[in-house]
């Protein structure tokens, strides 16, 4: 099994409840989301058990029915001045080369809006490199999805090669869910990728989406280490997700992991309050008594900053206040505008 590259792999994926069904000898329930699920990770998952923090994160469930929670909880909708792109920040701006996935993670932000696999057309990318040369303020560009990986190699190189056009970029980011789902997916194509892309750009990045410690076997680490010695700087973030690793413990142990091996703990995400993916959410009080028994348990370096997104796309806001772990129910956005923020 592991000597399939990884298109095989997305080609094989269980896509169906009835496929996980056979799987895991396992009756799951229908939900409104789609199923994909590579067999290598499915694999892992059987091992570790269907309720295992790993199990949680894909397996769907019944409380995905509910339909309690937002479409957009973040509303990048709104932010959004062209297919592909989102300009929310002043310097810096997302770019989607695809809406597609190498898993569904069941408390995506995004459930409501993922697709199969469709690539930007070339007039699309032509308009976005359009609108950057307008916009020289823009210096990063954080290529996301979706997961950017999705697409190949070449295809990822020609787009990254549009982007390189307009000499007001300096920054490469990509935030990818890969290296941890089916780590086969940083192959040599990639690593000659960002060989190449790293002459271009003064900082390339890649933030590896991980949650659980569990996460991390030695293939993973291997793949991180590879992608590191190409002097790549390596950030992750997390979500807090209830039932996975709403624990200070279960994340110590994530955060030291991934510090100990060059990568630095970037974001913990509150989880958003998502139709669909509501089991996932915890008030934000929890979450402050978390992280602040996570300032007493680990080095300031291994703990990430804990923000959460705030609904019509205020953007991200800082989710804890070193004061008091107790919370009133509003925030202050970066306009220093105070915002409602109810915890389910
Ligand atoms: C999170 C996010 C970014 C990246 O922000 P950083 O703080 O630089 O990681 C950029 N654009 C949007 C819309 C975002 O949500
Ligand atoms: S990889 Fe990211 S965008 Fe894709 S399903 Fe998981 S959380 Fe959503």
């Given at each position: 099994?592991?000597?399939?590259?990884?298109?095989?792999?997305?080609?094989?994926?269980?896509?169906?409840?009835?496929?996980?069904?056979?799987?895991?000898?396992?009756?799951?329930?229908?939900?409104?989301?789609?199923?994909?699920?590579?067999?290598?990770?499915?694999?892992?998952?059987?091992?570790?058990?269907?309720?295992?923090?790993?199990g949680k994160q894909f397996l769907p469930h019944a409380e995905e029915n509910k339909t309690t929670g937002l479409f957009d909880p973040i509303g990048d909708e709104e932010k959004s001045p062209l297919p592909g792109l989102v300009h929310r920040y002043g310097n810096r701006a997302l770019f989607f080369p695809t809406k597609a996935c190498p898993v569904i993670c069941r408390y995506c932000f995004r459930k409501n809006e993922l697709t199969e696999n469709q690539t930007l057309f070339k007039a699309e990318i032509e308009s976005i490199t359009n609108y950057l040369q307008e916009h020289p303020e823009i210096n990063e560009i954080i290529l996301s999805g979706g997961d950017p990986l999705t697409v190949d190699n070449k295809i990822l190189f020609d787009q990254i090669a549009w982007i390189a056009e307009v000499s007001s970029v300096k920054y490469l980011r990509f935030h990818t869910r890969f290296p941890v789902i089916l780590p086969e997916r940083i192959d040599n194509g990639f690593i000659e990728l960002?060989?190449?892309?790293?002459?271009?750009?003064?900082?390339?990045?890649?933030?590896?989406?991980?949650?659980?410690?569990?996460?991390?076997?030695?293939?993973?680490?291997?793949?991180?280490?590879?992608?590191?010695?190409?002097?790549?700087?390596?950030?992750?973030?997390?979500?807090?997700?209830?039932g996975v690793?709403?624990?200070?413990?279960?994340?110590?142990?994530?955060?030291?992991?991934?510090?100990?091996?060059?990568?630095?703990?970037?974001?913990?995400?509150?989880?958003?309050?998502?139709?669909?993916?509501?089991?996932?959410?915890?008030?934000?009080?929890?979450?402050?008594?978390?992280?602040?028994?996570?300032?007493?348990?680990?080095?300031?370096?291994?703990?990430?900053?804990?923000?959460?997104d705030l609904p019509n796309g205020k953007g991200k806001v800082p989710a804890f206040n070193p004061e008091k772990t107790e919370f009133s129910g509003r925030l202050i956005d970066r306009f220093g505008q105070h915002q409602d923020y109810s915890s389910p």
């Amino acid at each position: 099994m592991n000597s399939q590259n990884w298109k095989d792999q997305m080609k094989t994926a269980l896509r169906s409840t009835r496929e996980l069904n056979d799987f895991f000898q396992h009756e799951f329930v229908e939900t409104p989301y789609p199923i994909f699920l590579p067999i290598t990770l499915a694999e892992k998952i059987r091992e570790r058990g269907i309720d295992s923090p790993l199990g949680k994160q894909f397996l769907p469930h019944a409380e995905e029915n509910k339909t309690t929670g937002l479409f957009d909880p973040i509303g990048d909708e709104e932010k959004s001045p062209l297919p592909g792109l989102v300009h929310r920040y002043g310097n810096r701006a997302l770019f989607f080369p695809t809406k597609a996935c190498p898993v569904i993670c069941r408390y995506c932000f995004r459930k409501n809006e993922l697709t199969e696999n469709q690539t930007l057309f070339k007039a699309e990318i032509e308009s976005i490199t359009n609108y950057l040369q307008e916009h020289p303020e823009i210096n990063e560009i954080i290529l996301s999805g979706g997961d950017p990986l999705t697409v190949d190699n070449k295809i990822l190189f020609d787009q990254i090669a549009w982007i390189a056009e307009v000499s007001s970029v300096k920054y490469l980011r990509f935030h990818t869910r890969f290296p941890v789902i089916l780590p086969e997916r940083i192959d040599n194509g990639f690593i000659e990728l960002l060989e190449k892309i790293k002459q271009r750009f003064d900082v390339v990045s890649l933030v590896i989406h991980t949650n659980h410690a569990d996460e991390l076997d030695p293939t993973v680490m291997n793949k991180i280490e590879m992608i590191r010695k190409m002097g790549v700087k390596l950030l992750s973030q997390t979500v807090l997700l209830k039932g996975v690793n709403d624990t200070a413990q279960s994340l110590s142990k994530l955060f030291l992991k991934l510090a100990e091996n060059a990568v630095q703990p970037y974001y913990l995400h509150h989880p958003d309050q998502v139709k669909g993916g509501m089991h996932f959410s915890l008030p934000l009080e929890k979450g402050r008594e978390i992280y602040n028994t996570l300032r007493d348990q680990i080095p300031g370096w291994a703990i990430p900053q804990y923000v959460v997104d705030l609904p019509n796309g205020k953007g991200k806001v800082p989710a804890f206040n070193p004061e008091k772990t107790e919370f009133s129910g509003r925030l202050i956005d970066r306009f220093g505008q105070h915002q409602d923020y109810s915890s389910p």
